[in-house]
């Protein structure tokens, strides 16, 4: 409890406000501790990528670069894209690295590392967290080579069994009923992203709702040597429909970090928007032969629309 919490805290004399160096952990040159970054080093936009090579598929389009950085599988490059100060930073796959990313993102900008306080309500920072990846579609009429913004994000994952994600009412009954729809022995969890992001940085693009899954092979229902314990799963995933007064609501794509980003974006206070490269249609078993041209496109789109709207 956080009683039990401050008590253990006043033991070793930290005082109960300050974060201890086991938790907010910093590098000797004062960075944070995975993506070796100070707060100054980042912009208020960050352009998310999953692949560390994609981060300079990105930047290349910079007018100039002011930081780089590589640490495990953060790589970081800082510069400006027509005058617009910009950061693009790569992930790795899988929620459990978002975890790492948004909270150290976060940190970066609403804690003091000299004094290891949370700042004040006043002077904290919402960031523009924009994901450029790649995914696979459950539907035949969302084909490769589509650019889709996601709208609801479902967790497969078990990231928030560890958070109090508070979920909307429309949330709750879609995650209840896909629970049923799926035979799950677990609640997945439902999140809506930016809609303001969406409508300006996604603006022209499809709209769709994402399944972020924790992993890539069976728990997006890909058999290669091994059978899944559902042999129907996928039609289920392809077939769930939930009616509200909102309409109709259908998953559209797969992939590994969206409800992870969606969900961590609400309990900190971000903006967060995750763009989906379709490069895999799961419907009609194809694959894209020119998957990194449409990443590529997708890339430029979003840098215009970034440009566009600041
Ligand atoms: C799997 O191949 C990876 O591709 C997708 C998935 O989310 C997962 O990370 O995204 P990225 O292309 O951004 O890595
Ligand atoms: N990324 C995924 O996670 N799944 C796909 O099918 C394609 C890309």
Known sequence: SPVTFKIQYLKFNIPPHMIPSSELILNPDGSIYH???????ISDTILTVGDP?????????FDSIEFETTHREFVTHVGYYRGKRLTV???????DNIDIVMNELDALVNIDFMSREVRPTEERMNLRIIRIGTSGSLQADVPV?????????????????????M??????????ELQQ?????????????????????????????????????????RRLR??????????????????SAEGLFRLSNFEME??????????????????????????????AENAGAIIDSMIERTLQQLVAIS
């Open 258 to 287: 969206t409800a992870g980003y969606y969900a961590l974006g609400r309990l900190l206070g971000h903006e967060v928007l995750s763009l989906n490269a379709i490069v895999a249609n799961r419907a009609t078993g194809e694959f």
């Open 181 to 221: 729809s799926l035979a799950l022995p677990f609640a997945p969890y439902v999140v809506r992203g930016s809609d303001l992001l969406r409508e300006q940085v996604g603006a022209g693009t499809a709209v769709g709702n994402t399944v972020t899954c924790p992993g890539f092979y069976g728990p997006q229902g």
């Open 53 to 61: 090579a994609r981060v300079a598929q990105v930047s290349k389009h």
């Open 35 to 41: 993506l070796n970054l100070l707060p100054d080093h």
């Open 226 to 243: 091994l059978d899944l314990r559902q042999a129907d799963y996928i039609a289920r995933l392809q077939s769930f429909r939930h009616q």
């Open 89 to 95: 930073l790569s992930t790795g796959m899988g929620t």
């Open 145 to 165: 080579g589509t650019m889709l913004a996601t709208e609801h994000a479902v967790g497969l994952d078990s990231l928030m069994q560890f958070y109090p994600l």
């Open 167 to 176: 979920e909307t009412g429309l949330e709750t009954e879609i995650a209840t």
